[in-house]
């Protein structure tokens, strides 16, 4: 089935590194995103990686993908207080019509 | 880059009355556009899938005579929630996917939060 996972809440001291967390049960999926919603926005895509990627890094973000283990993970390095938002991990199936699965999202505060 | 315009961003009407809202890709076709429900603090919740030109694909549980879908163009779908209860509120958010732009080619609409009183 479709199910994607995360926790739901992640605080961090400023300019620390924060991970974010995220598994995923379907092994058909092919390409899994990391979103960022502000409060009362939508979605903005952060970065994405393919399922035959192990990572990807995109100036502060990196993403590293364990197939075998279904895990996905953002590490966003010096975490500023711009950051604070919620972080979703979504994947595309393309057995469901490339239809996107959203994770529960993870709230990143930054602490001082 | 790709700009989804949703439309409107907020609306409040009345218990029984019906409510229209517009997703338009602004600088691309889409021939698929995604519509998903999301209540506070939660995760969204994807409700159906929006076709150019044929009937939408609608997720278990979504009433689709309740929330009706239109894609009559590759730029407009539309989503209206019929005989509106306080409990359709929520936030809702239409996806469209680029298909030039390949499989990260989603780019979502800012939302629009319905309140039903």
């Given amino acids: 089935g479709e199910d994607v996972e995360q926790s739901l809440f992640l605080s961090v001291r400023e300019g620390d590194s924060s991970v974010i967390n995220c598994t995923y049960t379907d092994s058909s999926s092919t390409y899994l995103y990391w979103y960022k919603q502000e409060p009362g926005a939508g979605l903005q895509l952060l970065t994405y990686i393919f399922s035959n990627m192990d990572m990807k890094q995109d100036q502060r973000l ?11 993970s953002l590490r966003i390095a010096d975490t500023q207080t711009g950051d604070s938002a919620i972080y979703f991990c979504a994947e595309t199936i393309y057995s469901s019509a490339s239809k996107i699965i959203f994770g529960s999202g993870t709230r990143l505060s930054i602490r001082p | 880059g790709a700009v989804v315009s949703q439309h409107p961003s907020w609306v409040i009407c009345k218990s029984g009355t019906s409510v229209k809202i517009e997703c338009r890709s602004l600088d691309f076709q889409a021939t698929t556009m995604f519509w998903y429900r999301q209540f506070p603090k939660q995760s969204l919740m994807l409700m ?31 989503l209206t929630v019929t005989s509106a209860h306080p409990e359709d509120s929520s936030f809702y958010i239409c996806s469209a996917r680029d298909q030039a732009a390949g499989n990260y080619g989603y780019t979502f609409g800012s939302g629009t939060r319905l309140t039903v009183v």
Avoid: R
């Avoid at chain 1, 990196?62 to 996905?72: F, G």
């Avoid at chain 2, 159906?48 to 163009?73: C, M, P, R």
């Fill in chain 1, 62 to 72: 990196t993403v590293l993908l364990n197939k075998k283990d279904k895990h996905l």
């Fill in chain 2, 48 to 78: 159906a899938t929006s076709n150019e030109g044929s009937k939408a694909t609608y997720e278990q549980g979504v009433e689709k005579d309740k929330f009706l879908i239109n894609h009559a163009s590759l730029t407009l779908s539309t």
